[in-house]
């Protein structure tokens, strides 16, 4: 998706996507099980620390396009996807609104999962009403 920016869209609304590396975005995933089989790491912290560590190959990198994107971009990210490494992308996304030029907003939802559900079969989270509220206030969508 960041690359389809360039092509210079009015906006852009991202779920579950990741703003790591290929490389990174595959060893949480190898770590966590991807959410469809045992995790070799089920520690959280340790999960989190292993992927922020890591040094292996890295992949395609979406960082330098992301910092030079200048279109309004949603990122929403689930806290428990075990696909996607949300607390890395965070961390990105965090890093580039400090240039003070980012175009990101981000919404995690603590309790969903990489399709952005309820990981225990709770409530729905509210992923619809923050996507058409920040529509609003781009301006695409107008009304309630």
Known sequence: MPSVAARRPRFQVLLASP???????????????????????SDRRELEARV???????????VPVLARSTVPTLWLLGDRDMSV??????????????????????????????????????PQPPVWNEMMSWLRTQGVVRGP
């Open 85 to 122: 490494p949300t607390f890395a992308s965070r961390r990105v996304l965090d890093s580039l609104s400090g240039t003070g030029v980012s175009m990101h907003t981000v919404v995690n939802f603590p309790n969903a999962d990489h399709f952005l559900r309820d990981a225990d079969g709770g």
């Open 52 to 62: 922020l560590a890591y040094a292996g190959r890295r992949g395609y990198d979406p």
């Open 19 to 41: 703003a790591v590396s290929t490389g990174v975005e595959q060893y949480y995933s190898d770590l966590s099980g991807d959410g469809s089989r045992p995790p070799q790491v």
